[in-house]
């Protein structure tokens, strides 16, 4: 049987695999590994829920939260917030962990639910684990007064706003900020936040009904956001995913800045503030080399990780580093968040274009992006991609004609069936080019295996 916790969580479509049963017996065996097993006596242990605004979450969060109240669990029900927004709270609450409902980025359909730890960190494998194989266990029953209560968390989202705005280096007055909440959970707080900081906003994306979520819109659909950001003339523009926990960017004239741009230029700004621990930023081995060459020029190292937040955050937590991330716009602020922080990124982005007086296009130009081809191989058995000599020399071939100007990155997804090709070139053509001879290798290498097992 594979393993029902993800990469993020349990993640899958509502009413599929991600039933109201399933919910209630997660929330269950929770209650026994993150709360009973580590209560420390002080009264019944205590959890924060929230969710994004999607249909299903209405009767996954019910089931939740009926699962943990009735195993002894005193409920703090957050509403519709943030995945950053959850985590924090249970820090600032001191709470035994946090419940997340959301399946981020994905389409309306899908859910997901994802637990967070005392001090709002995300779980390791073991105990992620050990709630999965407490599923098919008996689960508490405690009667009377032992039973868990569920009160509404009043002030959520007004404690993680006070807690964004205590992070800025400097107020933004002057800018005029365009933000696509993407129909999701951000719908609320990030345009607040960034009118309280002085900007002005315009908001799109921002009307959820349930279904809507990152429909066309959002940090996957970036065209409505360039669009009106230079409609409006405004200095930038800030774009969310369905639970707010990634930022893309665009500049004033509708160009996109990406999870690489932006972390180069809030690692400079870091470093040139003394704030960055060790002169170094966390990524992953996606990002893109020219992310490498712009920070070793200004003497930041940069620390590669596999693919993933959470090799991110466990390169951070262990080195004690202070800012990571991702291409796709998860970074983290390990000062300010225990997690990628979507809203928390665009503030601090935009903070830079008001500190420096210079507009984020011209900020972005800190690192020249390489030409980047990526090819999703599909049909093939990726567990070989490692292991066959057809593919290693083809891609030893692709790093002799590449040289020091490129590189190859070749890997089985660990959220799809497919194997990731990627090439890093001096030019496109050669990207294109490159990445197409080594893609149909793999194609013709890895299916023929298939075939013969």
């Keep these: 049987m594979s393993r029902l916790f993800g990469t993020d969580g349990v993640r899958g479509l509502a009413n599929g695999l991600l039933t ?55 409920v703090y029900d957050a509403g519709v917030l943030p995945t950053p927004a959850a985590a924090y709270l249970v820090a600032d609450l001191n709470a035994d962990f946090g419940v997340m409902i959301s399946a981020s980025h994905n389409p309306a359909p899908d859910n997901g639910i994802k637990f967070f730890a005392r001090g709002g960190q995300k779980l390791p494998d073991e105990v992620e684990d050990a709630i999965e194989a407490r599923l098919g266990e008996e689960p508490l029953r405690p009667v009377g007064a032992d039973v868990g209560r569920i009160q509404r968390f009043s002030d959520a989202e007004d404690r993680y706003i006070v807690h964004l705005l205590g992070t800025l280096p400097h107020r933004l007055e002057g800018l005029k900020v365009v933000v696509d909440c993407a129909h999701g959970a951000a719908s609320g707080c990030s345009p607040e936040v960034f009118k309280t900081a002085g900007a002005e906003v315009i908001t799109i994306g921002a009307e959820p009904d349930g279904i809507n979520i990152n429909d066309g819109v959002g940090s996957t659909h970036l065209s409505p956001l360039k669009a009106a950001v230079v409609a409006h003339g405004a200095d930038l523009g800030i774009a969310h995913d369905g639970d707010a926990d990634r930022c893309l960017a665009v500049d004033h004239e509708g160009t996109e800045v990406d ?82 922080d979507g809203v928390l990124t665009g503030l601090q982005l935009a903070a830079q274009v008001a500190l420096t007086g210079r507009p984020l296009k011209e900020l972005a130009t800190v690192m020249t992006k390489l030409p980047q081809v990526l090819i999703n191989v599909r049909d093939v058995d990726r567990s070989r991609v490692n292991g066959d000599t057809a593919v290693a020399a083809a891609v030893e071939a692709a790093e002799a004609t590449l040289g020091d100007t490129g590189r190859v990155l070749l890997r089985p997804s660990g959220t799809e069936p497919v194997v990731r090709v990627m090439v890093e070139a001096g030019d496109h053509e050669t990207a294109e080019r490159v990445a197409g001879e080594l893609a149909e290798v793999v194609r013709t290498e890895l299916a023929l295996a298939l075939a013969g097992d």
């Design 20 to 74: 109201a049963e399933l919910a209630m017996q997660l929330a269950q065996a929770a209650a026994v590994v993150l709360g009973h097993d580590r209560n420390t006596g002080q009264g019944r242990p205590r959890a924060v829920v929230a969710r994004d605004p999607r249909a299903s979450g209405e009767f996954i969060a019910a089931a939740v939260e009926a699962g943990l109240s009735s195993s002894g669990i005193d």
């Design 259 to 340: 999870g690489d741009q932006i972390m180069a230029i809030l690692a400079l700004a870091l470093k040139d503030a003394g704030k960055l621990k060790d002169d170094v930023l966390v990524a992953t081995v996606m990002s893109n080399l020219g992310l490498k060459l712009a920070l070793r020029g200004a003497g930041i190292e940069l620390k590669e990780t596999g693919v993933g937040d959470r090799y991110v955050l466990e390169a951070m937590r262990d080195g004690g580093f202070s800012l990571g991330g991702e291409q796709s716009g998860h970074v983290i602020f390990a000062d300010h968040a225990t997690t990628g």
